[in-house]
């Protein structure tokens, strides 16, 4: 059963950071790009930075809005993917969720966000004062 877990949301101040993980099981995380999209309340949700299939080859993408602050990494050995977050912003408030695309690029998270599947079910993250 493929099966995707977030983890390692809360409460911090702005300027602070917080690392996400994606626990995955059920399947060769090697073979699958894995995307970090959030949903603020009222928003669409929205790609926030994927991370190609592969291992020592694998690409990242980061939307304009966390490039710079946020860095994507895989562990395969470990079947997760994280999700490093620095220099929080009130605006990076919302639901984060994580999921997969086999043989995905990490351009996949723009170029065709719906095929990713497997969902977790999100870790929130509040950036509050």
């Known amino acids: 059963q493929v099966q995707l877990v977030e983890s390692g949301g809360g409460l911090v101040q702005p300027g602070g950071s917080l690392r996400l993980s994606c626990t995955t099981s059920?399947?060769?995380?090697?073979?699958?790009?894995i995307g970090w999209f959030r949903q603020a309340p009222g928003a669409e949700r929205e790609g926030v930075a994927c991370?190609?299939?592969?291992?020592?080859?694998?690409?990242?993408y980061y939307a304009d809005a966390v490039k710079g602050r946020f860095t994507i990494s895989r562990d395969n050995a470990k079947n997760t993917v994280y999700l490093q977050m620095n220099s929080l912003k009130p605006e990076d408030t919302a639901v984060y969720y994580c999921?997969?695309?086999?043989?995905?690029?990490?351009?996949?998270?723009?170029?065709?966000?719906?095929?990713?599947?497997?969902w977790g079910q999100g870790t929130q993250v509040t950036v509050s004062s």
């Open positions: 999921a997969a695309l086999r043989d995905g690029s990490a351009w996949a998270l723009i170029t065709n966000p719906a095929d990713f599947g497997s």
């Open positions: 991370i190609s299939s592969g291992s020592s080859d694998a690409s990242t």
């Open positions: 059920g399947f060769t995380l090697n073979y699958y790009a």
